[in-house]
C-alpha cells in the first residue's frame, strides 16, 4: 500500500532522514517500522485497558454479593 503525506515541514523530512540514514534505512523504511510499532503499542494498550476493565468488573461483582 502507497502512502502520501503532505503539508510535512521540510525540517521534519530532513531529520527523518538523517535520522533513518544514520540507521542504515531508507526513509520509507524507517516511517513503516515506526508506525507499526506505534500500532502495535495501541494495541497493546487497549487489550491492557480491557482487562482492567473486566478485573475491576469481576473486583465491583465480588463485593457486591457481601
Same mark, same amino acid.
Given at each position: 500500500?502507497?502512502? +502520501?503525506?503532505?503539508?510535512?515541514?521540510?525540517?521534519?523530512? &530532513?531529520?527523518? #532522514? #538523517?535520522?533513518?540514514? #544514520?540507521?542504515?534505512?531508507?526513509?520509507?523504511?524507517?516511517?513503516?517500522?515506526?508506525?507499526?510499532?506505534?500500532?502495535?503499542?495501541?494495541?497493546?494498550?487497549?487489550?491492557?485497558?480491557?482487562?482492567?476493565?473486566?478485573?475491576?468488573? #469481576? +473486583?465491583? &461483582?465480588? +463485593?457486591?454479593?457481601?
Amino acid at each position: 500500500m502507497d502512502m +502520501f503525506l503532505q503539508n510535512i515541514d521540510l525540517i521534519v523530512v &530532513k531529520k527523518l #532522514g #538523517g535520522i533513518a540514514k #544514520g540507521k542504515n534505512i531508507s526513509s520509507q523504511e524507517f516511517l513503516k517500522v515506526g508506525l507499526k510499532r506505534r500500532e502495535v503499542q495501541r494495541e497493546l494498550k487497549d487489550c491492557d485497558k480491557g482487562r482492567k476493565e473486566k478485573s475491576l468488573n #469481576g +473486583f465491583t &461483582k465480588l +463485593f457486591a454479593r457481601k
